[in-house]
């Protein structure tokens, strides 16, 4: 194995034991990883108000100058791991010290189970090694060896772990899913192969029809829910495949299998088709009692969107067979995050400006933020309050809510900013300017739950890589009181000369005017009460393009005059003319081709008339001229 896999163990470490010290809650701890490695910042309360704090390099801490990567415990936050180019390294959180070493320098990406029990490690492929290892944390030995091929980055991906631990599914390769049990990695106790006896539906023998095409996507767990007694319900084990993509092939949908752990996981116990499914995303409830399929395709077949077109399914696992589509606004998705509790979503959809919509647990929709630029959506752990921001390529603007109250009451921005995260009080949250989204002025901005801005980490002539907070275990901490903290102070800012913009020559033309007018418009609209009416109608429509979608993936043939205009001019040009379906309307059928299509046509035709080579007539004629 490349790296050794040498054990070096520098105090006792047994995190079966209780911590003698306890959890101070007045300190939230902070791992930033940037070109200069590994360092560990404090945010302290200093006052009797949470605004009182100061933020520091913890100096009890060690700094690894030459980290990769690194990442906290998820479950307990009891210690973290950084990788270096000597191996990784195990650090207390109570006490700041390096508590264990293991040699092990070529791993690139890092990732644990849900309870901190397994460390995976992935490294880049060479033949003939194991790659893809993973490490029992209590004890630091490896407990299994897995052969990875693909990216390493993606390696800690291809493991999952139910919540509880008990279950282990790996995707071996493209057709098959490794199963393991009670951390028994030796062998796996099932495989799962993607194939027309595991997956398919019982066919006719003598249709000659070509069976489809079956492989995995990815794999993972659904919370295990239990009832008002605490005993288990169901467990769910979910694998998907996505759709063909952009091939020949004229079938669209994709496939999410439902795997009943309680019983037998050969075969799937039901299954999900998504209709735009290029790729496909799964939002499990916290609870377990209902999942959120978000599918989404790379082009809108409609020529309205460079974005593609999306999909939400609400899919409910416990209490009844409900199936539903989440009403999608302008078939575009941003967005979607579960309470911490399951309890309610929260979904961001639409064009610029986009639709915020908080849903309850049973997908009915309650309220509407707003319609803003805004496209990420971060709930606190103890679901008292949400960020919805405007990241990426938008300003930057964060709107805090109360979704108690259904109140906005806090508003700041945070420029550029890429990693976004609440603290585990509930209490501050964070924004980080990261090297992958901006090259310069990275940077670590901490502000209160109400959107006072606090502190700044500046990392200048730095490449600020990763941030985390440290987590704790759940009931340590108390549920803030949100309502203490009133309305965020206003900054006093220096009195700074107005910008000259730059004018070009002939700035001043009507046209110019037009556009500053339509740049001065927000097209922003305030919080409201939903239309269950309008939600419904929109959630019908979905579900009736959805079937047709599914209804037309299953023909073999293609209509080309479903296609944009785009589309029909390059099947124009390669087999002739499209036989269009007649269409119940009044209006002239030369009035319904966009304009688009028509210019398109003219000048495919006058070029061909100009190189005398090629001349497009009617029906599936083609007159060759070779005048040359």
């Known amino acids: 194995m490349e790296g050794g896999s040498k054990f070096v163990a520098n105090s006792i470490f047994n995190l079966q034991e209780e911590q003698k010290v306890q959890s101070n809650p007045l300190v939230q701890r902070i791992l930033t990883i940037s070109s200069q490695g590994a360092e560990f910042h404090k945010l302290t309360q200093t006052g009797s108000t949470p605004r009182e704090t100061t933020v520091e390099l913890d100096k009890d801490f060690p700094v690894y100058k030459t980290a990769i990567t690194g990442k906290f415990a998820p479950f307990k936050g009891q210690f973290a791991v950084i990788v270096d180019s000597m191996g990784l390294h195990w650090v207390d959180t109570q006490t700041g010290k390096e ?15 849900p309870r901190d029990t397994y460390l995976i490690t992935s490294e880049k492929y060479n033949a003939g090694k194991k790659n ?21 980055k993606e390696g800690p991906k291809s493991i999952k772990f139910s919540k509880d631990e008990r279950f282990c599914a790996r995707l071996s390769s493209k057709t098959s899913i490794d199963f393991y049990q009670d951390g028994d990695f030796s062998q796996p106790k099932a495989i799962i192969v993607a194939n027309q006896q595991t997956l398919g539906k019982k066919t006719d023998p003598n249709d000659n029809q070509k069976a489809k095409s079956l492989w995995f996507d990815g794999v993972d767990f659904i919370p295990v829910c239990t009832d ?16 063909e993509g952009l091939t020949e092939s004229n079938d669209q949908s994709g496939n999410v299998y439902f795997f009943d752990l309680n019983s037998s996981i050969e075969r799937p116990k039901f299954n999900v088709q998504c209709s735009k499914a290029q790729e496909i995303y799964l939002r499990p409830s916290p609870t377990g009692a209902a999942i959120l399929i978000w599918s989404q395709n790379y ?23 409900s199936r539903v589509f989440v009403p999608v606004f302008d078939g575009m998705i941003h967005d979607v995050k579960w309470s911490a ?17 908080l849903y309850d647990q049973d997908s009915n929709p309650l309220f509407e933020f707003g319609k803003r630029y805004r496209n990420t959506i971060r709930i606190d752990p103890f679901s008292n309050a949400a960020i919805i921001g405007g990241f990426g390529n938008l300003a930057g603007e964060i709107d805090v809510w109360n979704l108690e109250k259904h109140i906005e009451f806090g508003k700041t921005k945070s420029y550029c900013a890429v990693g976004i995260d609440w603290a585990p009080n509930g209490l501050y949250f964070m924004t980080g300017v990261l090297y992958e989204r901006v090259k310069v002025d990275n940077d670590v901005k901490i502000f209160l739950a109400n959107g006072q801005f606090l502190h700044t980490i500046d990392f200048n002539h730095r490449e600020l890589n990763e941030i985390h907070w440290q987590p704790f275990e759940k009931g340590i901490l108390p549920k803030p009181n949100l309502n203490s903290l009133g309305k965020a102070q206003e900054e006093v800012k220096q009195q700074a000369q107005p910008k000259k913009w730059f ?5 001043n033309s009507v046209f110019s005017q037009i556009m500053r007018q339509e740049m001065s418009k927000t097209n922003e609209k305030g919080p409201k009460q939903v239309d269950k009416t309008a939600y419904n109608d929109l959630m019908n429509v979905q579900a009736q393009q959805h079937a047709t979608i599914l209804a037309n993936s299953n023909q073999n043939t293609q209509n080309p005059s479903q296609d944009p205009p785009i589309a029909q001019e390059a099947w124009r040009k390669n087999f002739g003319s499209i036989v269009h379906e007649p269409k119940q309307t009044s209006q002239p059928l030369a009035n319904e081709y966009p304009i688009e299509e028509q210019k398109l046509s003219k000048h495919a035709k006058r070029r061909a008339k100009k190189k005398q080579k090629v001349v497009v007539c009617e029906g599936d004629q083609h007159q060759q001229l070779n005048d040359y």
């Open 99 to 113: 508590i264990r070493f293991v040699d092990q320098y070529a791993v690139t990406a890092i990732d644990f189970s």
């Open 132 to 152: 893809l290892l993973v490490w029992n944390t209590q004890t630091g030995r490896e407990v299994a060896q897995f052969e990875w091929k693909k990216q390493s």
């Open 228 to 243: 008002k007694s605490g005993q288990q319900q169901l467990h769910y084990m979910v694998a998907w495949q996505n759709s």
């Open 299 to 321: 082009v809108d077949s409609s020529g309205k969107s460079y974005y593609g077109e999306h999909c939400l399914q609400y899919i409910q696992l416990v209490g009844g067979k």
């Open 341 to 357: 509790f399951g309890d309610y979503f929260i979904v961001i959809s639409g064009t610029q400006p986009a639709v915020a919509t």
């Open 503 to 507: 004018r070009p020559p002939g700035g």
